[in-house]
């Protein structure tokens, strides 16, 4: 289920619109999905296929892009700084909810 919907917009530049999901709906959920495209992928030279990408755009479809609540996007939503690791540096940004509602 998809919590709420956010744009990010960056300081240097770009805009991006995500979806909120919970962490639990991702380890759940998405989680799993992923590691059966890695496996179906891996059986065929970590190539895609036609069951990986009917998988992959399963996921899409369901939860579009989005970010977990417990994942740096979400702890910056107050802060407007993304806390990364020091190889990606600290991105200021504004995020602002544009629907809050559950939509899936």
């Not at 709420?4 to 530049?13: L, N, P, R, V």
């Not at 990986?52 to 479809?61: M, P, Q, T």
């Amino acid at each position: 289920m998809i919590l709420g919907t956010y744009k990010i917009d960056y300081e240097s530049g770009p805009i991006q619109e995500k979806n909120l999901i919970s962490n639990s709906m991702y380890k759940e959920v998405v989680r799993p999905i992923n590691s059966a495209i890695d496996y179906i992928e891996s059986l065929n030279r970590g190539k895609k296929t036609p069951e990986s990408i009917k998988l992959r755009g399963f996921v899409r479809d369901t939860f579009g892009e989005y970010f977990t609540d417990n994942s740096p996007i979400f702890f910056a939503i107050e802060s407007g700084v993304i806390e990364l690791n020091v190889n990606q540096g600290n991105h200021n940004c504004k995020i602002t909810k544009v629907n809050v509602l559950a939509t899936k």
